[in-house]
Structures are given as structure tokens and as C-alpha cells.
């Protein structure tokens, strides 16, 4: 395990509906967080990575103009985009300039005021990050993509919706002990019972899955800076070490994908990558972020990375296995489901709530034991995009 | 020009393989494949990204298969609100797979994984061309 480059500082806002302010006002909040945290200023930052969807962007080349208003010139910045993994992808790419030595101090800002056009723009928008040639044209959008999955998969794997609602119930659990989360209540079995008039989670979006089984849009940013092994000891008392990186793509058209029973290929592209990077097994992760935009994804994300055995994630949930006091807790900041998916702002926010995990700063949210090794999953598109990185103390 | 008559509602006008509607009016769903290689692709593509040849062929996709998983959608894109609730499906033909709606005869009760299908093309009222899913 090379101990070569570490987050040393870890910004995030507040995930929440219509944020009243700009791009630029937006991306300062979680970025004077992160250089606060790692207690450097800009100066030290060598390299910044701007990070979203741009589809959700009125602003064009959105990094030079956040940039300026972070203060981070005459520094070079650059734009990184897949969508809903970019801030995972920005990592990947501050990492490699850092490794090359051309950088010494990066700053991976991830944003997204998804408020910035309308729900209706934004349902529209995120169908184009599909193949708009071949299958827009069928009426498809992002939530029938996540059905295609979860249907074959609950046919051939005996997972049922109570499966599922058990998912959202367990984002619900720790979303309320998120302040930085959208979605702060708790979830119960009677939100998901169509008998039940009240019920604010049973309705068919996409059959098989229904309204609470999918995360809602938020406006948020996120800001991790790395640094190499040199500034990371100079500047932090508690760095957290990049150990793996994974990443892997998949062919954009439904009708090329291998198996929709196993899931997401890139999830266990990009996990078996990363663990070799590592030197480590699924074993060894003792906390994890896990891309859930719906339900089921958590599922087959439990079996990308190597938690349940091919077809059997649904154990997981069953036995609380990925609770904060089992086996492999998961997603235990509430997760997309809770916190909202501030598309470019989402991976971001998932290294911050593992590197203060692994800091042993996470608070009510902490898994007990002081876990050394944690990782993060997240995914762009339906699959399109996977990223798994690993981190360590 | 012509891909504009694809679908129930089409996003691009313009690509090398918009004889795939001319073949639909022919009342044939066709995938294209490589003469250099025989790579065989559907959708269909103007490209072999298997040998990199621009020397393509049309091929008759088979017409029956099973259908491999499937989604009905309760709520719709801008322009296709009026359609709700459709089913969209991924049809397995045996080696090659293809993505379109179910035929609006199948109820969301009677669709099933593994089910017995039939592919065939579909013409809308306002002349927009496309294919579907149909019962074996
Ligand atoms: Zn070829």
C-alpha cells in the first residue's frame, strides 16, 4: 500500500433545495471548509479541478470563473466531467498529477445548483446523459434505466420491495443524524404501504421502483485537496492515504449491457482495480460509501465490491449487515438517498464523510472502532461511469 | 437527414445509418454489420469499432427472443406525457439484444421476464417510425 498521496482537507455545504446564491457563492462554502480544515490557504494550492454535469450549468467553463472566485489564480485549473461520478473522476485525475509530480497541493471542487433550471428542464437534461439517438426517442429517463436493472435482478435473485423499502429505512436511520443532509426525517415501513393513504413513498415511478426507493435532486458543493506524501505530513496532522484507485466504463445503450441480474459491470470493474491497487480485499474495508441515486443500486453495489456474494446482496439488508454496528456499514451519512445528489458535487461529499470516518471525526454518524481502511463507490450515468477509490489512515 | 422520423419523437436528425428508417417504411428492423470483420452491431453504426472499417452492411435482426428485463414508466419525458403508462424492454434474440417499448397490448400485469417475444416494426399515426416488442 503506497503511502504517496493524502486528502488533507475535506469541505462540504449543506445538500438542500434552491440554494440562495450563485455557482461561485456555492463552491466558496465548501471549499473555505476545506482549506480551513487542512489549515492551508490558497497559496498552497498548486492545482485546482473544477468538477460537475454541465447540462445543469447556465454558466460555460465554469472552472476559470469559480477558480477566480476562490482565489486559486494564476494557478492552472481544469474542468473534469462524468456526470454524477465527476468529483470522483477529478480525484483521479488530481491524483495522477500529483503522482507525475507536477503538482504538489490539488483541490477537487465538485458543485451543482441543480436548481438552476426547472425539475421538468432537469427530468429533460438528465435523459441526455443517455443515448439520445437510440433511446431517448422511446421516451426513456433516468429512473426506467435504474428499473431495467432492479427487474431482472429481482426476478432472477429473490430480491423483494420490502428489500428495497429496508434500504431507504436504513438511509432514513442516519440521514437524520446528517445536518448536511436534504432529507432529514425518518423513513418507516407505512411510507412504503400502498394501503396506507399517507404513505408519501409508494407510488409507481418507474415499476418496479417507486417514489422512495429514488435520491432527490439538491443544490451542494464538496472540496477534497490532496497532497503529496512531503506536504501531506508538513501540512496535516491526520492525513488519509488514496490507496486504490478503480475506474471502468460501459457502453451507453441498454442493448449492449451483459447481464441486468449482475448489475452494474463498472461497479465491479472499477472494485476489482482498486482493490488490487490496494493490495487489499473487500475483507479489509471496514466502511463504505456506496452510490444509492436508487435503492436497488445499493444492492448490486454490495455485490460489485465484493461485500455479499453475486446474487445475495439482499442478505446484507436483511441482517443489517451494513449498519454502523455491522459487519460493513455503508452509506451510514444517510447516503444520495438522504442527502440528496448534487450531481457533480456527489462524490466529493462521499471521500469527505470516509476521510472523516477514518479520522474518527464523523460524530453521531462515527462507526465504532476506529476503522483504517474505507472506500468509495460512485457511479455516473446508468453505469456508464464507475469510480472506486480506497483510503486509508 | 431522415432520422428525424425515428422513434416516437426523435433528438437528432442526422447520422450516417438513417437508412434504418427507410428500412423500417420496408417493414424490415435491420442492425448493421462489418464486411471486414463481421462484427455484428445493433443499434446499428456507420463504423466497426472492432477492425475500424467504414465498410458496413445491413442484416435482418432476428425476429424472436425473450425478453431480458423490462420497466413501465408512470411518469414521461417532455412530449411523451400522453403515452403513460408504457413498458420499455430490453428483447434478448439470441445473442444480440435490442432496446424499444412493449406494443401497447401487453398490460404491466402480463409482461414477465424471460416471456416469449416477437420484434416488428411500428408505424405511428403522425408517420414517426419505429419497432416494438410484441407477444410471441
Ligand atoms: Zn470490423
Redesign the interface.
Known amino acids: 500500500m503506497a503511502k504517496d498521496v493524502a486528502v488533507i482537507g475535506v469541505g462540504q455545504t449543506s445538500f438542500v433545495r434552491g440554494y440562495e446564491g450563485s455557482i461561485r457563492e456555492l463552491a466558496f462554502e465548501a471549499f473555505r471548509e476545506a482549506t480551513q480544515d487542512a489549515g492551508i490557504t490558497q497559496k498552497d494550492i498548486a492545482a485546482s479541478i473544477f468538477c460537475s454535469a454541465p447540462e445543469y450549468d447556465k454558466q460555460r467553463s465554469p472552472a476559470g470563473v469559480l477558480a477566480e472566485y476562490l482565489g486559486l489564480i494564476p494557478q492552472p485549473t481544469f474542468y473534469i466531467e462524468t456526470v454524477c461520478s465527476s468529483s470522483s473522476s477529478g480525484l483521479k485525475v488530481a491524483y495522477s498529477m500529483i503522482k507525475a509530480g507536477l503538482h504538489d497541493v490539488v483541490a477537487v471542487v465538485g458543485f451543482q445548483k441543480m436548481s438552476e433550471i426547472t425539475s421538468?428542464e432537469s427530468?429533460?437534461r438528465m435523459?441526455?446523459g443517455a443515448d439520445?439517438?437510440?433511446?431517448?426517442?422511446?421516451?426513456?429517463?433516468m429512473?426506467?434505466y435504474y428499473?431495467?436493472?432492479?427487474?431482472?435482478y429481482m426476478?432472477?435473485n429473490g430480491l423483494t420491495h420490502d428489500d428495497l423499502r429496508d434500504v431507504r429505512i436504513k438511509s432514513g436511520t442516519y440521514g437524520q443524524t446528517n445536518e448536511r443532509a436534504v432529507y432529514r426525517k425518518g423513513v418507516k415501513a407505512s411510507d412504503f404501504d400502498p394501503s396506507n393513504p399517507d404513505a408519501r413513498m409508494a407510488?409507481?415511478?418507474?415499476?418496479?421502483?417507486r417514489v422512495g426507493d429514488a435520491c432527490a435532486n439538491a443544490d451542494g458543493a464538496s472540496c477534497v485537496i490532496l497532497a503529496n506524501a512531503e506536504k501531506a505530513k508538513a501540512f496535516s496532522k491526520k492525513p488519509v492515504w488514496v490507496l486504490g484507485i478503480g475506474a471502468a466504463s460501459e457502453a451507453v445503450?441498454?442493448?449492449?449491457?451483459p447481464d441486468?441480474a449482475k448489475g452494474l459491470s463498472v461497479g465491479y470493474g472499477a472494485a476489482a482495480e482498486a482493490y488490487k491497487m490496494a493490495g487489499i480485499t473487500a475483507k479489509d474495508v471496514k466502511v463504505a460509501e456506496v452510490h444509492d441515486c436508487f435503492t436497488i443500486a445499493e444492492i448490486m453495489a454490495y455485490e460489485g465490491l465484493g461485500f455479499a456474494p453475486m446474487g445475495d446482496g439482499k442478505q446484507l439488508i436483511r441482517e443489517k449487515a451494513t449498519y454502523k454496528e455491522g459487519r460493513i456499514p455503508v452509506n451510514v451519512d444517510g447516503g444520495l438517498l438522504s442527502k440528496g445528489h448534487p450531481i457533480g458535487a456527489t462524490g466529493g461529499s462521499q471521500i469527505r464523510t470516509i476521510v472523516l470516518q477514518l479520522r474518527d471525526e464523523a460524530g453521531p454518524m462515527q462507526v465504532p472502532g476506529s476503522p483504517e481502511i474505507g472506500l468509495v463507490h460512485n457511479v455516473g450515468g446508468v453505469g456508464l461511469y464507475g469510480n472506486v477509490t480506497i483510503f486509508g489512515r | 437527414m431522415g432520422?428525424e422520423k425515428?422513434?416516437?419523437?426523435?433528438?437528432?436528425a442526422m447520422?450516417k445509418v438513417s437508412k434504418f428508417v427507410d428500412l423500417l417504411e420496408e417493414g424490415k428492423v435491420e442492425g448493421s454489420v462489418c464486411k471486414q470483420c463481421g462484427a455484428k452491431y445493433?443499434?446499428p453504426r456507420a463504423d466497426c469499432a472492432a477492425c475500424m472499417s467504414k465498410d458496413m452492411d445491413w442484416f435482418e435482426m432476428p425476429k424472436s427472443g425473450k425478453l431480458?428485463?423490462?420497466?413501465?414508466?408512470?411518469?414521461?419525458?417532455?412530449?411523451?406525457e400522453k403515452?403513460c403508462p408504457?413498458i420499455?424492454?430490453?428483447a434478448d434474440l439470441g445473442g444480440?439484444?435490442?432496446?424499444?417499448?412493449l406494443a401497447g397490448d401487453i398490460k404491466?400485469e402480463d409482461a414477465?421476464?424471460?416471456m416469449d417475444i416477437m420484434i416488428r416494426p411500428l408505424k405511428y399515426d403522425d408517420g414517426q417510425m419505429?419497432f416494438e416488442i410484441a407477444k410471441a
Open positions: 421538468a427530468q429533460e435523459g441526455r439520445i439517438q437510440w433511446e431517448a426517442p422511446f421516451g426513456t429517463m429512473p426506467a428499473a431495467l436493472y432492479a427487474q431482472a426476478a432472477k407510488g409507481a415511478v418507474a415499476w418496479p421502483l445503450n441498454m442493448a449492449a449491457r441486468f | 432520422f425515428f422513434g416516437r419523437k426523435s433528438f437528432t447520422t445493433f443499434p431480458e428485463t423490462f420497466t413501465t414508466a408512470y411518469y414521461a419525458p417532455f412530449g411523451f403515452d408504457y420499455m424492454g430490453v444480440i439484444k435490442l432496446f424499444a417499448r404491466p414477465k421476464v424471460g419505429s
